[in-house]
């Protein structure tokens, strides 16, 4: 089945500094992208998605591409704030066989991120 | 308005017990989905409604889970004859149709002791 894999955290960076955080994924078809953040003692938001190849998600300063070629959607971010420590995860929105999507969503492992002041 | 709201928020029980976890998603939302958070684990897919109907329960780990939605909102996860494995954040989360933007409650954590 479709699967994600994550940069392996936590990361732990100063303020001002630039962040990546890799995520690469496995599937079938040609799934939308997206990246949730997980602040502390708040639910899952949607930070931004992609739903097409080439297709730049932006938000907050975040940004991804979705890469077909190298099946990649890595977040960046040129300098991360303090509020900015939070968990990040990656994920897939698999396609049914006949290529139309429920909106199940498959995650990656999540990464912990720690911005220091 | 209101987002997504689960209950209760924590729930501790014995292994062996049966639990019930409630959602209640946002007005409106005809998809809802249940997920289940935990060390081990990470985040993982339990079941898809649309509706009243589940058109996707292939996360649902064994026959001990299931979950039903009545009157296109509210929905409840029953897990029965606990184990201690089950321990996790239960989180449901609803979008307007299937495939749009899923909106996430608070989770539920539940600790099988």
């Known amino acids: 089945g479709d699967s994600v894999t994550q940069m392996e955290g936590p990361v732990t960076l100063s303020e001002e500094a630039f962040l990546t955080i890799n995520c690469t994924y496995t599937a079938t078809g040609y799934p939308s992208l997206f990246w949730y953040v997980q602040y502390p003692g708040e639910g899952l938001q949607l930070l931004l998605k992609a739903t097409k190849a080439d297709d730049k998600g932006s938000n907050k300063g975040f940004e991804a591409t979705y890469r077909k070629e190298t099946t990649s959607f890595h977040l960046e971010k040129g300098s991360v704030q303090v509020s900015d420590s939070a968990v990040y995860f990656c994920a897939l929105t698999e396609l049914n066989a006949g290529g139309t999507s429920y909106g199940k969503l498959t995650f990656g492992q999540g990464t912990i991120l720690t911005v220091h002041p | 308005g209101a987002g997504v709201s689960q209950s209760p928020s924590n729930k501790v029980t014995e292994k062996g017990k049966d639990v019930e976890l409630r959602c209640d998603p946002i007005?409106?939302?005809?998809?809802l989905y249940w997920y289940r958070q935990s060390l081990g684990q990470g985040l993982e897919f339990l079941i898809y409604f649309q509706g009243n109907s589940a058109p996707d329960k292939s996360g649902l780990p064994s026959d001990r889970f299931s979950a039903e939605r009545t009157g296109g909102s509210v929905s409840t996860l029953t897990i029965q004859r606990t184990q201690q494995e089950d321990s996790a954040v239960y989180l449901c989360a609803s979008s307007l149709k299937a495939s749009n933007e899923q909106f996430f409650g608070p989770g539920t954590r539940l600790t099988v002791l």
């Open positions: 007005s409106g939302h005809t998809a």
